[in-house]
């Protein structure tokens, strides 16, 4: 009797010319993944070989570190270096310092997002994807992981002042919740003038993503074509909102997964945002790309966001009894 570390695998026993037609429907990346299971695989079924064309070559590349990595909680996959590098427990989005020996110039691939509080909160790929895979981890997890996860979620609050440009007060909150596999993203931003009612100057040049951004004395010449409008999607808002005081007023963006909303009082101007920054994925995906600015790909518009209010609603769904 054969003990089980000798046993041959059952799939082994099937006829060779079986095995060639199931390893000939797996993507290039299932097979250089699959080659590294066992020398009888890898004999059978050969090494497995990335594609010649360069652009989709990395792509796969990305696909095999992805695989190898998802269930090592110790790692997290850098594009920038194609490689898997080990976390960093004290990384975090409100204490950035990826674990990368090119991280100081970012590169390419280890943009963070940009949010309101630029400089407190910077949220990688990496945050995102260690995120997701813990939580998928679940109940695998060990304590020191699981610590982790809670930082890499934990809501934050920042009080920023910008007093010697606009003499206002802001307070941004930040809360990140993770619903059926998706990385979602508040942020509530309130403007405040403490002896003065609010105008739209006290905005100007906030934006709520990569696409809306508003502009005070915007010469509405240019604006009339119908991209353009998808383009003033926050503009429009803030308009409608200082027309009709105390109204929350909806939109979302075109070009990204976004919903927002803008309410304007005599004393503050708060604008909420919710982002929708897809699933365990890489840097490339069109999703996280529409987000952030990656300086080696054009702009490309992938993504179109035609279910306002989707991301919003998603995020409500994952409040579980909280606040
Ligand atoms: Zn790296
Ligand atoms: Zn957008």
């Known amino acids: 009797m054969s003990s089980p570390a000798n046993r041959r695998p059952a799939l082994l026993d099937l006829p060779i010319d079986l095995l ?12 250089i993944v699959f080659a590294t299971t066992c020398r009888a695989v890898r004999n059978c079924a050969g090494r497995g070989q990335f594609p010649a064309d360069a652009e989709e070559n ?11 990595c998802r269930d090592m909680p110790d790692r ?19 204490d950035s310092s990826p674990t990368c020996p090119l991280a100081d110039a970012y590169g390419r691939f280890n943009q963070p997002l940009q ?16 995120a997701l895979k813990y939580t998928r981890l679940g109940d695998s997890l060990r304590p020191s992981h699981r610590q982790y996860l809670q930082r890499l979620t934990a809501a934050r609050q920042f009080s920023l002042s910008y007093a010697w440009e606009k003499k ?7 809360a990140p919740r993770i619903v059926d596999g998706r990385f979602l993203l508040r942020t509530i931003c309130e403007y405040r003038l403490p002896s ?22 915007e010469d509405g010449a240019w604006t009339s074509s119908s991209l353009h409008q998808d ?16 109204k929350e007023v909806r939109g979302h963006c075109p070009h990204c997964f976004t919903d927002f909303s803008v309410t304007t009082t005599a004393r503050s101007v708060r604008i909420s945002v919710w982002m929708d920054l897809g699933t365990e994925s890489s840097p490339l995906d069109p999703v996280w790309r529409s987000f952030v600015h ?21 995020y409500s769904s994952g409040e579980e009894g909280e606040e």
Request: with cysteine; aromatic share 8%; charged share 30%.
């Open 58 to 68: 990395q792509e796969q590349r990305f696909e095999v570190l992805a695989s190898m």
């Open 76 to 94: 997290w996959v850098c594009e920038e270096c194609m490689r898997l590098h080990r976390i960093d427990t004290a990384d975090t989005p409100a």
């Open 115 to 130: 949010l309101a509080p630029a400089d407190e909160y910077e949220l990688g790929r990496r945050h995102v994807q260690l």
């Open 168 to 174: 206002a007060a802001i307070t941004a909150k930040v």
């Open 231 to 246: 383009l003033r999607q926050f503009p429009r808002a803030v308009g409608e909102s200082f027309a009709s005081p105390g």
């Open 20 to 31: 060639r037609e199931i390893f000939d429907q797996l993507s290039p990346a299932d097979n």
């Open 196 to 217: 003065r009612p609010v105008t739209r100057d006290l905005i100007a040049s906030e934006s709520v993503c990569r696409h809306q951004q508003f502009f005070p004395l």
């Open 294 to 314: 990656i300086a080696e790909f054009p702009p490309v518009e992938e993504v179109e966001y035609i279910e306002p209010g989707r991301v919003r609603e998603l």
